[in-house]
């Protein structure tokens, strides 16, 4: 079974960044649709960013748009979320998923259509 393994989370002050990573445990990781959602205290998860196999498309939530950067570099299993000029509204625990039978050119969105999901990291930002 796939494991997908987060890291990279802390505290930092806004206006700041923060790279997360996640680390697939499979080399088929090349072939998964991968996600970043966000889930912060009290609120439901919501989608922050996609990108297909490749890495060639991806995606944004408007909220995030234009300051985080989502990334994959499939030779080391590993997909990036780089969160530049953060604000505190992006405290959240941040989760990465994967799902496992996608249609290459797909970005996902919704929480539904992936099948595996990491344990999740912790980002605080202060003011």
């Known amino acids: 079974q796939v494991q997908l393994i987060e890291s990279g989370g802390g505290l930092v002050q806004a206006g700041g960044s923060l790279r997360l990573s996640c680390a697939a445990s499979?080399?088929?990781?090349?072939?998964?649709?991968m996600g970043w959602f966000r889930q912060g205290s009290g609120k439901e998860r919501e989608f922050v960013a996609g990108?297909?196999?490749?890495?060639?498309?991806?995606y944004y939530a408007t909220s995030v748009k234009g300051r985080f950067t989502i990334s994959r570099v499939n030779a080391v299993n590993t997909v990036y979320l780089q969160m530049n000029n953060v604000e505190p509204e992006d405290t959240a625990v941040y989760y990465c998923?994967?799902?496992?039978?996608?249609?290459?050119?797909?970005?996902?969105?919704?929480?539904?259509?992936?099948?595996?999901w990491g344990q999740g990291t912790q980002v605080t930002v202060s003011s």
């Open positions: 499979t080399r088929a990781f090349s072939r998964y649709a």
């Open positions: 998923a994967a799902r496992t039978r996608a249609n290459y050119r797909y970005i996902y969105t919704r929480e539904s259509e992936y099948d595996t």
């Open positions: 990108i297909t196999w490749s890495g060639d498309g991806t």
